[in-house]
């Protein structure tokens, strides 16, 4: 059975093993700071509270983090769109804005690329596809795209230009230093050069076409002058060779009518005693059919008609 003088003194023992603990802590403490060379006491409370709060500032730092690498991946990836129209016409390109009414996309047309509004109404909204991709790559396309347009005589010059426009766009997109980042960039200025190269050879043979074009189009053009000029000679002679045939028509008409102006009266004269002969037979033969003149009918043979 314990006594009330036992129950003082182990709780006196255990006061002072408490305080032995807490000067040792202190001392080891102020003798860690001083030398570290902080010249600071800092007792065990406040050291636990600086480890905690040292091990909330990294993950604060990490959330900040994740936001800023968040903010800036969706900074560098764009949105493409495709649909169909109700009258069956395929649209895609970079998507600029949709709303429940209408829907703006960037498309390419030819060597130009344009931003076309396209409503809800026309389009089959089941077959709309929204999609993210690398900014980096989206340029990418875009300059082989029109890379590949180079060559063919259609509009070469906007082709060239737009090529190496996004190819510039492409490597404005990589903003690392890492050697992916290095090799992406090595590759677009090799693009780009290979381009420029190319452009100064196309610049050339566009020269030296439109020369040779030009000689053609003066050698053509003597030679359809030449067949002009001989079509124009043959005809020229036709014309004279029909003037000389109807000035020759006329002629022998002016001497017929000549001819027939002579013989105009003559030919009055021969009718006349023509006449005369036939009505002097007639009267004759009458006299023998009837030489009482019975039936001779009044006034006949009264005098000349001619």
């Known amino acids: 059975m314990k006594t009330p003088g036992t129950r003082s003194i182990s709780t006196l023992v255990l006061v002072s093993l408490a305080a032995c603990i807490v000067t040792t802590g202190t001392y080891f403490s102020a003798t860690a700071a001083s030398s570290s060379g902080s010249g600071r006491e800092i007792v065990p409370v406040l050291s636990r509270t600086a480890s905690i709060s040292d091990r909330a500032e990294p993950q604060y730092e990490t959330v900040r983090a994740r936001s800023t690498s968040s903010s800036r991946t969706s900074a560098e990836t764009v949105q493409v769109a495709d649909f169909y129209l109700e009258n069956g016409k395929l649209a895609f390109g970079k998507l600029v804005t949709e709303d429940r009414n209408k829907i703006i996309i960037e498309e390419i047309t030819g060597s130009k690329v344009i931003v076309n509004t396209y409503s809800k109404r026309d389009i089959d909204t089941k077959t709309i596809q929204v999609k993210s991709i690398s900014s980096y790559k989206h340029y990418c396309d875009l300059a082989e795209y029109f890379a590949g347009r180079t060559g063919d005589f259609d509009d070469d010059p906007d082709d060239f230009i737009q090529a190496i426009r996004f190819y ?20 677009i200025d090799e693009q780009i050069a290979m381009l420029e190269a190319d452009r100064k050879v196309w610049t050339t043979q566009v020269e030296s076409r439109a ?7 003066q050698s053509e053009f003597q030679k359809r002058f030449d067949e002009l000029q001989a079509k124009i000679d043959d005809s020229a002679a036709r014309i004279d060779a029909s003037l000389a045939k109807i000035d020759d028509i006329l002629a022998e008409v002016k001497d017929n009518t000549q001819k027939v102006q002579k013989d105009i009266p003559a030919m009055e004269a021969d009718l006349r005693r023509r006449m005369d002969v036939l009505g002097t037979e007639v009267e004759a033969n009458r006299r023998l059919l009837d030489p009482y003149g019975r039936f001779r009918s009044p006034g006949y043979n009264s005098g000349r008609r001619y």
């Open 211 to 217: 020369k040779l074009k030009e000689l053609e189009f």
């Open 168 to 187: 510039e766009r492409a490597k404005g997109q990589i903003k690392g230093a890492s050697q992916s980042d290095a090799d992406r960039v090595r590759h």
